[in-house]
């Protein structure tokens, strides 16, 4: 592979936007174990938050995957692969990434779901004390002191 090429493939998997568009790949071969990828992912996204039990699942293979990108990687950055084989690499690459950014989204859905049942704990904590401050009686709503 001519040097130019090389950089033009790791230009394509570095770019920010590399994955806009991008499919997650169907099958994948991660640490000599083939993994039906867009599967796994579509079945974790699925759910509304990740089970206890399957949130070791997930950051395991958010691990192996994020191992397999550098390993891809650096056979391009390491010119061991001819240009052919090389944009095979890539395009699996920005599959990984594509993967890898659904699951971290993830977390940021529990996040954003906890954050809001907070909001919504805090709001209700905050009724409760401007009642008591202006002297609502909680249970009948009435006011005290004759008001």
Known sequence: MQEYQRKQLLERVNKESATI????????EVQDEEIDLREFVFEIKRRDTIPEGERER???????LRRERLER???IEENRVDFETGEEIAASIIGIDRALDA?????????ESEARRQEAMDRKRWMSF??????????????????
């Open 130 to 147: 401007l009642k008591k401050a202006l002297g609502q009686d909680d249970a009948s709503g009435s006011k005290r002191g004759g008001y």
């Open 21 to 28: 568009g991008a499919d997650i790949p169907d099958r994948i």
């Open 73 to 75: 990687l650096e056979r």
């Open 103 to 111: 699951l971290d989204n993830l977390r940021a859905a529990d996040v």
């Open 58 to 64: 997930v950051e395991r293979a958010k691990r192996n």
